[in-house]
């Protein structure tokens, strides 16, 4: 789950890192009088879940609370396009704005899981401003890594060594081991699985601040935060996805034209790959678990069918615990009342394969039938490119 910039600062706040005075509004008349009590010149910036905001205009500088107020007009209720947006771009429903400061350097900063060694990583990089994927390309040497003891928690020695990498010195290398530790403390306290600070910034009064801030939590650690779960933007997910999560569904939609009904997480990645390695493109992960009912198969039918992109639809299953039969029933019902306007390719193995393969003979429907997961892909990718 991600939260917007406004809502991770608040919650860093709640662990003493430091962030710049702001108040985020959904109205461009407020801002006259947040830029005031901000001492005038203030930061108008967009809030979506994506990064690269200031490329595409939704970052601007303005030198006086009037000019936030016009500035905030043009931001709030534009479409803004970034690189992680795609090229349909989010709808900006609020700003943040926050006190100018005096910037003196900008750093990189993130924590996110390794999941290599089992334990957080800290990234550090004096090439703040920048994508870390980009340092990383052009420079691994520029990125310093500290993997930290969850249970242990960041240490003070760990901590003075990525202030060391930053090339920090006096009050703000002190700032910035403070900085680091309740960083991390945040990070484990909240189950997150990213805490990325594009920039860290330090002023030139010595301060170090978290001039942006990104944050993601773990689905499966929300029940234990509910706070966090108050603060999710349904307006900021794929509208498919939400859908699919009200029928316990674990739905991603993705490029292609292949719809995937698979059940088992790792069937449903082998079932993309091998997607793929036939020369077609998967529109989605779609994994309906392993005690599906017949109508959870319905509603993954129709939100697959939902996506105006998928020009044939795979349905790979090996029963287990989930029957054959009963995927076929609800195959079956979903074609019935929904249609099925692309071409539909199905393979069964497992638990009640047989009953299941006879329902779909008898349903009258257009299906094609497919022995193995190599089979499969051949023939939807075929069926994707006669559609």
């Known amino acids: 789950m991600k939260v917007h910039e406004y ?4 919650i860093l706040k709640r662990y003493g890192v430091a962030v710049p005075r702001g108040v985020v509004t959904d109205n461009p008349e407020a801002v006259r009088e947040i830029a005031k009590e901000l001492g005038g010149r203030v930061v108008v910036k967009a809030q979506i879940h994506a990064g690269g ?3 595409g205009g939704g970052v601007k500088l303005a030198k006086t ?4 107020v ?3 007009k043009q931001i709030i209720g534009m479409t803004l396009v970034t690189h992680q947006t795609g090229p349909e771009g989010r709808l900006v429903g ?3 704005i926050e006190e100018a400061l005096n910037i003196d350097r900008e750093l990189y900063l993130g924590i996110t899981l390794d999941r ?8 550090a990089s004096k090439q703040g401003g920048m994508e870390i994927e980009e340092v990383a390309a052009k420079d691994p040497t520029a990125i310093h890594r500290e993997a930290i003891d969850p249970i242990l928690g960041m240490q003070p020695f760990q901590a003075r060594r990525i202030a060391y990498a930053l090339g ?3 009050t703000a290398f002190k700032k910035c081991v403070d900085f680091c530790q309740k960083l991390m403390q945040a990070y484990i306290d909240t189950d997150a699985s990213l805490a990325e600070i594009n920039p860290l910034l330090v002023t030139k009064e010595e301060d170090v601040l978290a001039l942006d801030c990104k944050m993601n939590f773990d689905d499966n650690a929300l029940f234990r935060h509910k706070d966090i779960v108050e603060m999710r933007d349904l307006a900021e997910e794929d509208p498919l996805e939400v859908e699919a999560s009200k029928h316990g569904l674990n739905y991603i939609k993705l490029d292609g034209t292949v719809g995937c009904m698979v059940n088992g997480a790792g069937l449903a990645m082998g079932t993309m790959d091998i997607i793929k390695h036939a020369g077609g493109e998967p529109a989605n992960f779609l994994d309906v678990g392993g005690g599906a009912t017949a109508e959870q198969v319905k509603n993954a039918f129709r939100i697959i069918l939902s996506d105006k992109n998928v020009k044939a639809i795979l349905i790979n299953i090996f029963g287990g615990i989930m029957r054959c039969d009963r995927i076929a029933e609800g195959v079956v019902q979903a074609s019935k009342e929904i249609g099925l306007p692309v071409p539909l390719v199905v393979r069964l193995e497992g638990t009640n394969v047989e009953l299941g393969k006879e329902i779909l003979a008898k349903s ?3 299906i094609i039938a497919a022995d193995g997961m190599a089979d499969a892909a051949t023939k939807v990718v075929a069926a994707v490119k006669g559609a």
């Open 7 to 10: 809502q991770a600062k608040e």
């Open 53 to 55: 905001r200031g490329k």
């Open 65 to 68: 609370p009037d000019e936030a």
């Open 70 to 72: 016009e500035i905030a």
């Open 94 to 96: 609020k700003v943040l």
């Open 116 to 123: 290599r060694i089992g334990k957080p990583v800290v990234m």
């Open 168 to 170: 920090l010195t006096g």
């Open 364 to 366: 009258g429907l257009n």
